[in-house]
């Protein structure tokens, strides 16, 4: 099982970018998934999460401006960032609680994985 994160990029404030984070491997079902920021010096902080029902909670300083959605399908969760800020810069890593395929002996896993991130850099 891995997620792939992208969608980052370089953008001038008031811009707007797409994150993407995508599931593949031997899945049964994709449960909550977060995104992530983390800044040097900081500890990495939550910005938004959405269950597999479709539920999404967002961070309060968001304002707003943060839209998480699922294509449960396609095993992939989007963030929509708008009017970005410079103090939205950072990396972006998606982590997700995955229940995989059957295994040999009939049971399935459940852990938690994490993407790779990827890097979203506002200019001012």
């Given at each position: 099982?891995?997620?792939?994160?992208?969608?980052?990029?370089?953008?001038?404030a008031?811009?707007?970018?797409?994150?993407?984070?995508?599931?593949?491997?031997?899945?049964?079902?994709?449960?909550?998934?977060?995104?992530?920021?983390?800044?040097?010096?900081k500890?990495?902080e939550?910005?938004a999460?959405?269950?597999?029902?479709?539920?999404a909670?967002?961070?309060?300083?968001?304002?707003?401006?943060?839209?998480?959605?699922?294509?449960?399908?396609k095993?992939?969760?989007?963030?929509?960032?708008?009017?970005?800020?410079?103090?939205d810069?950072?990396?972006?890593?998606?982590?997700a609680?995955?229940?995989?395929s059957?295994?040999?002996?009939?049971?399935r896993?459940?852990r938690?994985?994490?993407?790779?991130?990827?890097?979203?850099?506002?200019?001012?």
């Open positions: 099982v891995q997620l792939q994160a992208s969608g980052g990029g370089l953008v001038q008031g811009g707007s970018l797409n994150l993407s984070c995508v599931a593949s491997g031997k899945i049964f079902r994709v449960n909550t998934v977060a995104w992530y920021r983390e800044t040097p010096g500890q990495r939550l910005v999460s959405i269950t597999h029902g479709g539920s909670n967002y961070r309060d300083s968001t304002g707003g401006r943060l839209s998480i959605s699922r294509d449960n399908a095993k992939t969760v989007y963030l929509q960032m708008n009017s970005l800020k410079p103090e810069t950072g990396t972006y890593y998606c982590s609680e995955i229940v995989g059957r295994n040999i002996g009939g049971t896993t459940v938690d994985y994490w993407g790779q991130g990827t890097q979203v850099t506002v200019s001012s």
